[in-house]
């Protein structure tokens, strides 16, 4: 599942166009590569990957604000500052029907594709599939790349350019 949370600003304020645009038209257009993808193409994408993953559940995806998800890393990391995505896995007793709940910055998830010459909605993918792979109980932090090796092989088949450990790796901020 998807959700959108109400106080994000899902798009950033409309730039202007040199193309010649309707008369009645209120806004220029937003570059393709910047608009935020719809729930329904993330939802598939979400169902794919997991099958990739072989992570049973439900997971939920809450698409949110840097400010958000600042708050839900200091209250559940102890860390005071906005990220691109946090994983939360569900108890073990409800495991087989719910894996866990993802937040995603959608800010900061702009900034990183803008950096990696990425569209927002390949960028979003790459944050989930990241956040998949924590679900599905792996840790970059402390394995001995384990997960890294796993998000390759699962960048390369569901066809995403490069993760976030590997961009970790070149000295760029996960």
């Known amino acids: 599942m998807i959700f959108l949370d109400p106080d994000l600003e899902p798009d950033p304020a409309p730039r202007a166009n040199s ?34 993953a072989k992570l049973a559940g439900q997971v939920t995806v809450l698409l ?6 600042r708050r839900l890393n200091r209250r559940f990391r102890g860390k ?9 896995p569900a108890a073990e007793a409800v495991a ?11 800010p900061t998830a702009r900034r990183q594709a803008a ?6 909605t390949t960028e979003i993918k790459v944050l989930m599939l990241h956040g998949i792979l924590h ?8 394995d001995s790349g384990q997960m890294a090796r796993r998000e390759r092989a699962l960048r390369a088949r569901l066809r995403l350019p490069q993760g976030l450990i590997e961009r970790a790796g070149r000295g760029e901020q996960p």
Do not use: C, W
């Open 96 to 106: 087989a029907e719910i894996a866990g709940d993802l937040a995603i910055s959608i």
């Open 115 to 120: 950096e990696q010459g990425n569209s927002l």
């Open 64 to 69: 949110t604000s840097d400010a958000e998800i």
């Open 135 to 142: 679900l599905a109980g792996y840790d970059h932090e402390a």
């Open 19 to 52: 193309a010649k645009r309707p008369s009645g038209s209120a806004q220029p257009a937003i570059s393709r590569s910047h608009r935020m993808p719809s729930a329904r193409t993330l939802a598939r994408f979400l169902r794919e990957a997991q099958a990739a």
């Open 80 to 88: 005071n500052k906005a990220t691109d995505v946090l994983s939360f």
